[in-house]
């Protein structure tokens, strides 16, 4: 029998979505390639982990230079920024995590414990706060190296990174083209081609 939801977890769940839904630039600023996926970072070996970082850090350089113009040793400052801001976030995250499992073991066991749910509350609320205020000092520092329009095209090329990283890193083929529209169109002459060639094979069933 699932436990009742009670006014703590609703408090829990609603500081991580709080947190999850930061201003567009606290959302997207940690996007940019500065740690491998989640997911992808959770599931994946050591060895992997390492290959995806590379990946992603060749890809972080060659996007700051070539995408926003960066000389090298204004893009080292940027690319340092992101590399310490993931570390710290990874350490938060992880805080975030534990508390929040705490809150769902408590939960879980349908405890009275006033004192636990408060304790992870707390470090919850706290692990959260943080994370947002690290994230707002990593944007002020980013600031002070970029101009606004290269702060703009950050913008956009993270926005771009988040929807590739959400369809897993594939594409569509096509490009920009819709697929359906080929198909729609594609199963219309078939359809057609199908009628012409049952005319012919069942000439009796034709009307005179």
């Not at 771009?160 to 729609?184: I, L, N, Q, Y």
Request: proline fraction near 3%; glycine fraction near 6%.
């Amino acid at each position: 029998m699932r436990a009742p939801i009670t006014t703590a977890a609703r408090a829990g769940q609603w500081l991580c979505a709080l947190a999850a839904r930061g201003g567009l630039w606290l959302l997207l600023l940690p996007l940019l390639l500065a740690q491998p996926a989640r997911a992808e970072s959770d599931q994946a070996r050591p060895s992997d982990k390492t290959q995806q970082l590379l990946r992603i850090r060749r890809k972080r350089a060659q996007l700051l230079r070539r995408r926003l113009g960066l000389n090298d040793t204004l893009a080292a400052k940027v690319e340092t920024l992101f590399d310490t801001h993931g570390r710290d976030k990874q350490r938060l995250r992880r805080e975030i995590r534990a508390a929040r499992m705490q809150l769902h073991t408590l939960l879980r066991d349908d405890s009275d414990d006033q004192a636990g749910y408060r304790a992870a509350l707390d470090k919850l609320t706290a692990a959260n706060h943080q994370l947002q205020r690290r994230q707002a000092q990593h944007l002020s520092q980013l600031r002070q190296l970029l101009t606004p329009k290269q702060q703009a095209q950050l913008l956009v090329m993270m926005q771009r990174a988040r929807r590739h990283f959400r369809r897993g890193g594939k594409r569509r083929r096509g490009g920009k083209r819709r697929r359906g529209d080929k198909r729609r169109r594609g199963d219309k002459r078939r359809r057609g081609d199908k009628r012409r060639r049952g005319d012919k094979r069942r000439p009796s069933q034709r009307k005179p």
